[in-house]
């Protein structure tokens, strides 16, 4: 069965960087684009971009261009999602999310914390 | 980029009524269009997608229609776990932008 896990929850302080992992498993990995979700505690989602595992190629959401990478690593089938230069707007819980064919998966989710 | 008008924002009903959403796109999106259940401390889950597609193992008391700017999602006879958060999202351009959801509560 299809299963994306992310890293655990992370406190970080203000201007840090912030590196999240989503490992997938239980379909081709490089076959589906890995899209970003955050939302913020007690806020609606919020697209971030997306990654295409196959090649690389990536597309981020205009508000975060500049401190936002969207990595990964197909050797171990997992995504990565780094946002640097981190205020206490960033705090908010992360999500991965893929649609292998008519299906929709998203990982657990990770709290990031960004206080002093 | 795309805006997505959700209504109503909240919303207050009993176990066994007929519930309606609504979400409006600033310009058409054809069927590019999902709907999602969030409850809380949980990952959004698809119920809808295509507009108007059951996602596998979704409730047939779920349903969607619409296309172009208006979309609605409906369920026939509200059960107990349908409570929760529903939020649309258009992926007809970059940003995806979803609604501000709405939270369906126990009257």
């Known amino acids: 069965q299809v299963q994306l896990v992310q890293s655990g929850a992370e406190v970080k302080e203000p201007g840090a960087s912030v590196k999240v992992s989503c490992k997938a498993s239980?379909?081709?990995?490089?076959?589906?684009?890995m899209h970003w979700v955050r939302q913020a505690p007690g806020q609606g989602l919020e697209w971030m971009g997306w990654?295409?595992?196959?090649?690389?190629?990536?597309n981020y959401a205009q508000k975060f261009q500049g401190r936002i990478t969207m990595t990964r690593d197909t050797s171990i089938s997992t995504g990565y999602l780094e946002l640097s230069r981190l205020t206490s707007d960033d705090t908010a819980v992360y999500y991965c999310?893929?649609?292998?064919?008519?299906?929709?998966?998203w990982g657990q989710g990770t709290l990031v914390t960004v206080s002093s | 980029d795309i805006q997505m008008t959700q209504s109503p924002s909240s919303l207050s009903a009993s176990v066994g009524d007929r519930v309606t959403i609504t979400c409006r796109a600033s310009?058409?999106?054809?069927?590019?269009f999902a709907w999602f259940q969030q409850k809380p401390g949980k990952a959004p889950k698809r119920l809808i997608y295509?507009?108007?597609n059951l996602q596998t193992g979704v409730p047939s008391r779920f349903s969607g229609s619409g296309s172009g700017t208006e979309f609605t999602l409906t369920i026939s006879s509200l059960q107990p776990e349908d409570f929760a958060t529903y939020y649309c999202?258009?992926?007809?351009?970059?940003?995806?932008?979803f609604g501000q959801g709405t939270k369906l509560e126990t009257k």
């Open positions: 310009q058409g999106i054809g069927s590019y």
């Open positions: 999202l258009q992926h007809y351009s970059y940003p995806r932008t």
């Open positions: 295509g507009a108007s």
């Open positions: 999310e893929t649609s292998p064919k008519t299906e929709d998966y």
């Open positions: 239980g379909y081709t990995f490089t076959g589906h684009y």
């Open positions: 990654i295409e595992p196959n090649s690389g190629g990536t």
